[in-house]
């Protein structure tokens, strides 16, 4: 979910890859986009990013599980 949303605002898609990796009781997904579209997918105050990770807990939270979500730069 989160790869196909982050490749909608990404200038370059084809870029765009989500890693999970566990840590304990937690699951971190791990967003990378290109350089160019960090600014995209961040948004203005980090409004874009808020809201994917507010995406990413209520989703966990249905599937009764632990997310988060990490953007590397």
């Known amino acids: 979910m989160v790869a196909e949303l982050a490749r909608g605002l990404a200038s370059q898609p084809d870029e765009v890859r989500v890693v999970a990796e566990d840590e304990g009781a937690t699951t971190v997904l791990c967003l990378y986009v290109a350089d160019g579209d ?15 990770r507010t995406l990413v807990r ?16």
């Open 38 to 52: 960090l600014g995209r997918v961040i948004g203005r105050g980090g409004r874009i990013a808020h809201a994917f």
């Open 58 to 73: 209520a989703a966990a939270t249905a599937r009764g599980e632990r997310m988060t979500l990490e953007i590397v730069d």
